[in-house]
């Protein structure tokens, strides 16, 4: 795919606040016909620059979760060590996002647990098995204040 023009950031910028909205509406709001709208969202996931679509749960009206952050240091930052590292990590669903990171650690995950125990459990089984990890930091919030939300929704 080309690099992105300035109506393709608008698209994902409308998608990222609604990703719900009918392709009329979206089409509408970047001024295109609603198949040239379509095309190019398809386009954009056939290249990977549109990966998925998520729904955000408010845990206090769903099962409730904690959200843990967890910074980790590899033993070595060679690509071979990386690479491992982030293979593991794509087979454990548990670890809902994961970035690479710059300054003081290589990498933060987040993970959402229902209490301690199941963190420990997750700690034990999944985050001190991964390959090449040397130190594990963890945080877990208190709430969240902000999460990329549907436009007019508090």
């Given at each position: 795919?080309a690099?992105l023009d300035t109506?393709?950031r608008n698209i994902l ?6 990703a719900r909205?009918?392709?009329a509406a979206l089409?509408?709001?970047?001024g ?6 379509l095309r190019r969202?398809?386009l954009m ?7 998925g679509?998520?729904?955000l749960?408010?845990t206090?009206n769903?099962?409730a979760?904690?959200a843990?952050?967890i910074?980790?240091t ?12 982030e293979?593991a990590?794509?087979r454990?669903p ?6 690479l990171m710059?300054?003081?650690?290589d990498?933060l995950?987040r993970?959402?647990?229902a ?9 034990k089984?999944?985050?001190s ?10 945080s877990?919030s208190?709430?969240?204040v902000l ?7 508090r």
């Amino acid at each position: 795919m080309a690099a992105l023009d300035t109506i393709d950031r608008n698209i994902l910028r409308l998608l990222r606040l609604d990703a719900r909205m009918s392709n009329a509406a979206l089409a509408a709001e970047v001024g295109l016909s609603p198949s040239a709208c379509l095309r190019r969202i398809r386009l954009m996931e056939k290249a990977g620059v549109i990966r998925g679509y998520t729904a955000l749960v408010d845990t206090g009206n769903a099962e409730a979760t904690i959200a843990v952050i967890i910074n980790i240091t590899l033993e070595r930052q060679t690509e071979d060590h990386l690479d491992r590292f982030e293979a593991a990590v794509r087979r454990h669903p548990e670890i809902r996002e994961c970035f690479l990171m710059t300054g003081g650690s290589d990498y933060l995950l987040r993970v959402e647990v229902a209490n301690a125990g199941d963190f420990e459990r997750i700690h034990k089984e999944i985050l001190s098995a991964l390959p090449g990890v040397q130190r594990i930091h963890s945080s877990f919030s208190i709430r969240n204040v902000l999460a990329t939300r549907p436009r007019g929704r508090r």
